[in-house]
């Protein structure tokens, strides 16, 4: 990863920031710093304790004790749209295709916890409802189209809060996030959702999955 100074000139925020960021982060496992070598991202996995305890989507928001706490949908916003020549070229679709524009709010034991941001094609995974968005995005297309889910990639950011956060997460206007930005595929490769999810630092744990 870069320097510290490099995060908060590229970020716009001050080097204590970052290091609080950072300190998240490793705290979740998602970093590790070598004396002398620099600060690298993991690829493991989060412990059992966080694994067993309920992630919800593909890249999740899992609670910290286990069966304890409840995670809860809240949709800010749904509909449907034309896509982007950016989100073309990412999902490969065509201009005239149309895709879904989602923004939901995770809720942990009553304490908004996360907001998702989620583009996805309605042809490849036709039927989403607000019913849906109340639930598992991920469960339906598993469960309801016979879809199998592959592999993502994944960039994880450290950012400083924006409207949207302080209005949905109870953030500070100096908060840090945890962003991330995520784009999913298929089994059969075709990519089905471009997504950045926004959490705060104090509640949950995000996992990521690797080879």
């Known amino acids: 990863m870069p ?28 970093i590790r710093t070598v004396k002398g070598h620099g600060t690298y991202i993991t690829s493991k996995s989060m412990p059992d304790i966080f694994l067993n305890s309920g992630v919800n989507e593909h ?9 304890a706490l409840q995670l809860k949908s809240n949709v800010i ?4 749209r034309k896509p982007s020549p950016e989100e073309c070229k990412a999902l490969c679709l065509y201009k005239n295709d149309e895709v ?55 960039v994880i950011t450290a950012e400083k809060s924006d409207a949207y956060d302080i209005k949905y997460l109870d953030f500070m206007s100096d908060d840090p996030v945890l962003c991330v ?5 298929l089994e059969d490769g075709r990519p089905f959702e471009l997504s950045e999810s926004r959490n705060r630092y104090d509640r949950g744990a995000l996992t990521v999955s690797g080879d």
């Open 3 to 30: 320097e510290q100074f490099e995060l908060a000139q590229k970020y716009g925020t001050s080097r204590v920031t970052i290091v609080h960021a950072l300190k998240i982060l490793q705290d979740k496992k998602l």
């Open 59 to 67: 890249t999740g928001f899992t609670s910290h004790v286990n069966n």
């Open 77 to 80: 916003a749904f509909n449907i």
């Open 100 to 154: 879904y524009d989602i923004i939901r709010q995770r809720v942990l034991d009553g304490r908004p916890a996360k907001l998702e941001y989620t583009v996805m094609p309605v042809n490849r995974i036709p039927g989403i409802t607000i019913d849906v968005l109340h639930k598992s995005i991920y469960s339906y297309i598993q469960n309801d189209l016979g879809l199998k889910i592959g592999k993502d990639s994944q």
């Open 181 to 185: 930005q995520q784009k999913a595929f």
